[in-house]
């Protein structure tokens, strides 16, 4: 039978670890959390990058040589659009 001294240190060492192994536990894990909030905020801004850009695209009036084609612009000129396109 070991003595009561080294049960005390086996004991002691033993909580000890745990203790850490707790702490660091959550060290680790609130790191990770700050590391995934962090990648979601990127993920959310490319996203609504790319929405804005398409979005963009899709609306900017389509042009030809300075000739604007859509028929719904304000600053659409058929008969330029008529001369572009013989």
Do not use: C
Request: glycine share 6%; aromatic share 6%.
């Amino acid at each position: 039978m070991p003595s009561p001294t080294v049960n005390v240190v086996r004991y002691s060492a033993l909580v000890g670890g745990i203790l850490y192994g707790i702490t660091h536990k959550r060290t680790l894990q609130a790191k990770e959390n700050i590391r995934k909030e962090h990648d979601a905020e990127h993920r959310r801004e490319k996203l609504i990058a790319d929405a804005r850009k398409a979005w963009q695209e899709q609306h900017a009036p389509k042009r030809f040589g300075g000739v604007i084609t859509n028929p719904e612009d304000p600053n659409f000129d058929l008969e330029k659009l008529l001369l572009f396109l013989d």
